[in-house]
């Protein structure tokens, strides 16, 4: 089976596609239902329907979205949630990054998730990639979630960020 193709029948039946640039306003709507979720220290203000269908569609794709729809009757009805990913690479080779994973609220613990990360990490072996890798705040409901998938968290590891103006500053050589 492809893994574009993938139907799952559970209590609700649910289907996985690419988004396409004709979905982002509907994406958008899922990153503010997704905001409240994160609290990413820095982020200031969130991308436009401009900025994703730009760097989603443009010469260069800086990721790609799958949403998750709910399926009646045959058809996608409703889109319930989404996951970005995107490929990298460091001295172990590829590895899929997925970026965010979000499940509406009232369709929570009903499997829909892990339906998302099983497709990661099918697409993650079809594209010869050695991990699947994400961050993830560990004291976080959904920390629950990852490690439920078996996933080991790298608590030696920490994130540094330059933000716009400290990127500035580095240049302008006032750090
Ligand atoms: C994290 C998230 C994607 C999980 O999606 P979900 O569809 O609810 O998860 P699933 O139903 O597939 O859960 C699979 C297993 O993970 C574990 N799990 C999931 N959510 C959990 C929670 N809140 N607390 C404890 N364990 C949890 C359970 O073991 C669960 O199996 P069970 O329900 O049979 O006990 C969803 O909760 C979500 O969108 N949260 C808000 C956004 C977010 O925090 N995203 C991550 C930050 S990038």
Request: glycine share 8%; charged share 25%; hydrophobic share 40%.
């Amino acid at each position: 089976m492809s893994v574009k193709d993938l139907k799952e029948t559970m209590a609700e039946p649910v289907r996985l596609r690419e988004a396409t640039a004709e979905d982002m306003p509907a994406v958008s709507g899922l990153l503010k239902a997704f905001l409240p979720f994160v609290e990413e220290p820095g982020l200031h203000e969130m991308v436009t329907t401009e900025d994703l269908i730009r760097d989603g569609f443009g010469d260069r794709r800086y990721f790609t979205i799958l949403l998750l729809e709910l399926v009646k009757d045959g058809e996608a009805a409703l889109a319930i949630g989404y996951t970005m990913y995107f490929y990298k690479y460091s001295y172990g080779g590829r590895s899929l990054y997925m970026e965010a994973i979000f499940v509406l609220p009232e369709h929570h613990r009903k499997g829909y998730g892990k339906v998302i990360m099983r497709h990661l990490a099918k697409l993650a072996l079809e594209n010869h990639c050695r991990s699947l890798t994400w961050q993830g705040v560990l004291d976080r409901p959904s920390a629950n979630f990852y490690r439920s998938l078996g996933a080991k968290d790298r608590s030696d590891v920490s994130d540094f960020q330059l933000d716009v103006e400290g990127m500035m500053g580095l240049i302008e050589g006032a750090t």
